[in-house]
């Protein structure tokens, strides 16, 4: 499909003046076709949303949020950037939204887009000798799945477009077995798509730092175009806390990068790693709100009172937790972090691979989950946990105060077939097209 912006701006302001806003309809009739990914020009052209439907208030009864005020506006967007939001509807061209509700386009922070088996034959996870195990059989199947890890890089950003997501934080191995190799194919893959979708790379020692001597490699890949450095468990992969960590920090000041590592450890080394990065974070300031601990289990261990105690640390060292919201045995404190203040972000992490196969490619998925697994049933709280499918942004504030869209917003945006944030997050409300920086996904 060879369709620009300025075919698309002609076709939704001559003839799909009253069509509305799906995919079915602006891109294609075939119903096998929903994605118009790669060839997608920028234009300083204008367009018009009407019929765009958007939260306004909350309704109550005496204190009690028991519903949601919406309204329907007309969004118009230039440069990628929303310049007007207005109640009148009388503008002659225009693509008509049918009254779907738009959010801030939703954000998967914790993923591996670099290794899946999404595309191919279905496979179950084989799975033993723990996270050393599985590197070995990492070391194995590496080779193999690098020779196509672009083109399926590239179909499971299509699956999480999807789904809402236009945006993503992704994990990439760096190690002896694949050196470099996985880095620079997903830049590929994002490359092809950097018009639709929009990343930042974590560098990650998947085969440990220094249990595979990675560290030529991570220091190489550190002074590339990448966003964060990242670690896994410290104590049971490298033996030692301190030096691991030590090296993990000082890669990351050197060249002024963030910092997200895996921590799947439980027991007193997970909790001592969560310290020992808090203390390096408050020694080295600049690293306050770039600083992440992906997973960490080991706050689900604690009694209630070191939890508090623990969130309230990450919070004043501006340390964030980035969690796949697990359930089981192994159920986060994410209301007692966000009580605190701790920013609190979730992603699918693997999805279809040989570490785990149920990822859907959903945040809004995960938001869902989080809202039963934490009791967030009510009209207000389910519009409150949205923020971990947009990774921030919601509509309302707390007091039901608009503040989403606001002229000047960047236009990543998703429109979902429901009546409200809460609606959406309870019935995981189907989406129905994704823009991303004023580009039409689907």
Known sequence: MNISRKTFLKNASSNLAGAAFVPGILWTQREDIRHQTNEIRPTDEKYTIKNVRLETGFEYEGDEVTGTKTGLFQVEIEKGKIVKISADQTAAKAIDAGGMLMLPAFRDMHIHLDKTFYSEQWRAVRRSGGVKGMIALEQKMLPGMLKHSVEKAERLIELLQSKGTAFARSHVNIEPTSKLDSLKNLEKALENKKKVFGAELVIFPQHGVFYTDSVPYMKEAAGMEIDFIGGLDPFSIDGAIEKTMDFTVQLALDHKKGIDIHLHEQGNSGIETIEYLIAKVNENPVLRGKTYVSHAFALARLDKSRQEAVAEKLAAAGVGIVSTIPFGGMV???????????????????????????????????????????????????????????????????????????????????????????????????????????????
Not at 339 to 353: A, M, P
Not at 367 to 375: F, S, V
Request: glycine residues 10%; charged residues 15%.
């Open 332 to 442: 986060m404190p994410v209301p007692t972090l966000m009580k605190y203040g701790v920013e609190v972000l979730t992603g699918n992490d693997s999805i279809v691979d040989h570490w785990n196969t149920f990822g859907t490619g959903s945040v809004l998925q995960k938001a869902n989950l989080a809202a039963q697994l934490y009791g967030y049933t009510s009209e207000w709280g389910l519009s409150r946990i949205l923020k971990l499918a947009t990774g921030g942004p919601v509509p309302l504030d707390d007091k039901g105060a608009q503040q989403w869209p606001r002229p000047g917003d960047t236009a990543d945006l998703v429109f979902l077939d429901a009546s409200c944030s809460a609606e959406a997050v309870s019935r995981m409300s189907a989406v129905k097209s994704l823009v991303y920086q004023g580009n039409p996904v689907f």
